[in-house]
């Protein structure tokens, strides 16, 4: 049963939107500098998007490094800022481990290109930092797990087959990891908004990301919560910061 559990709650955390247990294989770590720059300007991008883009990573990551550092719950804190430049990807970011457990915060090139502002690439990038030093993935990987074990065995005493158990241990993973996965969106915008904060970018400017995305609603069974929540939580945390 615990083989088939870590089997369910594995195939839950590769769909995650935010997070994700293990990188993308296409994602390269881009060099420093300049050379991340020239490497960028040779992908379909906006004029001047490379050297924001660049500019925005040197702000921001040793912000997230130093907040890391100082937050008990994370181990490695040294980030890795990644490119997916597949033609095709859609705009978006995400935050991952590779396998020994150094963080990576991947963007394609898609959203880079779309970020009307150096606010919102700093915002997202604080926000998917975020998702580390809150330690996500691992809160979520213990979710489902448990999640999976009480489905599996309230099946088995239910007299369910194998196949049975299977099917139920993957949807009581999905739904565990589910239970809190608006609850790390909404923490990951508010420690979000401290870094980018802290590397002197304006995070409700940022968050107006979230009018240009669609919004989840409030659904049951939704991963990501109301755009309008999440800009609330962004606007009340600088609101926050500030009167500190």
Known sequence: MIAQAA?????????GACVAPVPMPAPVPAAEGDTRAAALRETPLPPGAAEAFVAVVARVEPVAESLCRAHARAAACDFTIAVDDRP???ANAFQTL?????PYIVFTTALIAEARNA???AFVMGHEAAHHIAGHIPRRADQALE???LAGVLATVAGASPD???????????????????DFELEADALGTEIAWLAGFDPV????????LPDPGDKFLGSHPPNAQRRAMVA??????KAR
């Open 7 to 15: 089997s369910a709650f594995a195939l839950v955390l590769a769909l």
């Open 88 to 90: 095709g990807q859609p």
């Open 98 to 102: 590779d396998r020994r457990g150094r």
């Open 119 to 121: 606010d919102e690439l």
């Open 147 to 149: 999640g999976a074990m």
């Open 164 to 182: 049975e158990v299977e099917t139920a241990q993957a949807i009581g993973a999905d739904l565990a990891a589910r239970q809190y996965s608006k």
């Open 205 to 212: 400017a940022g968050a107006a990301f979230f009018a240009r």
């Open 236 to 241: 009340s945390t600088l609101a926050a910061l």
